[in-house]
C-alpha cells in the first residue's frame, strides 16, 4: 500500500466504510515513529509497546476531534508525548520511587535490553539521558532523534519556541558534564 497523504487518510478514516482501513493505513504509516518516539522516553519494550497501542486508541476515538491545524503526525506526537509524560510521572507516584532507583533501573533496561542496539557511546548516551528531567529529555529527543524543528516541537508540546531553545541548551550541557563525568 502507498504513503496516503493526511486529507487521504482523514477522507478513509471519516468515510464509515472505508474507517477500518483508514485507521489499519494510520497505524502502518505511523506506528513505527510513534514507538521510537515513546521507546527513548520510557526505555522498557513492554511499557512503549503499551503506551503506542494507547496513543493509537485516543487517536481513534478521537479522530472527529482532529481538527487539521497540525499534521496527522504532529497530533500523534502530541498524543504519544502526553501519554509517555504521564505514565513516568503516575508511574513514580505509585512505587513512591526515589528519583535515583528510577534512574538506576532505566539504566539497568539500556543495558541489558536485547532491543537497545547500538555501540558503547550510544548506550552512554542513553544512560545520560535518564538524568534529565522528563521534559526536557522529550525535547532533546525530538530535537536530536527524531530531527525536528523548533516549530514542530512547539507543536507537539505546546511550548513557546524560545523555552524550546533553552531546554534543548540545558539538555545538551547537562548530557555533555554527565558524559564528562564518566
Not at 503526525?73 to 507516584?93: H, M, P, Q, V
Not at 522529550?138 to 531553545?165: A, H, M, P, Q, R
Amino acid at each position: 500500500m502507498t504513503t496516503l497523504t493526511d486529507k487521504e487518510l482523514l477522507d478513509l478514516i471519516k468515510n464509515p466504510a472505508s474507517r477500518e482501513l483508514g485507521f489499519r493505513q494510520l497505524i502502518e504509516t505511523y506506528q513505527k515513529k510513534v514507538y521510537s518516539l515513546i521507546r527513548k522516553m520510557v526505555i522498557i519494550h513492554e511499557d512503549a509497546d503499551d503506551l503506542t497501542q494507547i496513543t493509537f486508541i485516543k487517536a481513534f476515538k478521537n479522530i472527529n476531534k482532529f481538527q487539521g491545524n497540525s499534521s496527522l503526525f504532529t497530533w500523534l506526537y502530541r498524543i504519544a508525548t502526553n501519554e509517555s509524560l504521564n505514565f513516568l510521572a503516575k508511574k513514580k507516584k505509585r512505587f513512591f520511587v526515589d528519583l535515583s532507583d528510577h534512574e538506576e533501573l532505566m539504566k539497568h533496561h539500556v543495558d541489558h535490553s536485547p532491543l537497545i542496539d547500538g555501540d558503547e557511546i550510544e548506550r552512554k548516551l542513553q544512560k545520560a539521558l535518564l538524568h534529565l528531567p522528563d521534559k526536557q529529555r522529550l525535547v532533546f529527543n525530538l530535537k536530536y532523534f527524531e530531527d525536528l524543528n523548533y516549530e514542530e516541537i512547539s507543536k507537539i508540546t505546546d511550548t513557546s519556541v524560545g523555552s524550546l531553545k533553552a531546554s534543548y541548551h540545558h539538555a545538551v550541557k547537562k548530557i555533555e558534564n554527565e558524559l564528562r563525568s564518566e
